[in-house]
């Protein structure tokens, strides 16, 4: 029987030199990275923008909507001073960028994924209905069966 010759390793040596271990530091610095943009617009917290990632030595700002970013890009210099100042002197630049569909990142996960899609309930014109019930006359199978449920208001 062979015995077991192996010391155990300490579990933090063990994790310094694994992927997680970046992965929680880069955590940790954009926490601070959005601790000290909270600070610096006096805000208690960041609902329309965060830093949300650090790409080629530059922090990338995302904001909610096109008038923060505006405002953001107003104070740059300023933002950029505080974070090399008191986090990282050797950032190159920020970035800051609108969100496509005018969310932040961490928001958006988190709504879609607990929203189901849900089709609009806006009444039908008259015009629009007599359309659909000719339309459903001359059609048959399952595109007629779909008319037929739209013109009654069920999904």
């Known amino acids: 029987m062979k015995r077991y010759n192996h010391k155990p390793e300490d579990l933090s040596h063990l994790l310094s030199n694994s992927p997680l271990a970046t992965v929680q530091q880069q955590y940790s610095l954009l926490q601070q990275f959005n601790t000290e943009l909270a600070a610096l617009l006096q805000l208690p917290d960041l609902g329309f923008c965060q830093v949300v990632n650090l790409k080629d030595g530059r922090a990338v700002i995302l904001c909610s909507s096109a008038a923060w970013a505006t405002r953001l890009k107003m104070q740059r210099d300023a933002i950029l001073a505080n974070f090399r100042q008191k986090i990282l002197p050797d950032l190159a630049g920020l970035d800051i960028e609108v969100s496509p569909n005018g969310q932040n990142s961490r928001f958006s ?30 059609t048959a199978g399952p595109l007629q069966q779909a008319l037929q449920r739209l013109l009654q208001g069920k999904n």
């Open 109 to 138: 996960v988190q709504e879609t994924a607990a929203k189901p899609y849900q089709p609009s309930k806006t009444a039908l014109s008259e015009q629009t209905r007599q359309q659909l019930s000719q339309l459903a006359e001359q």
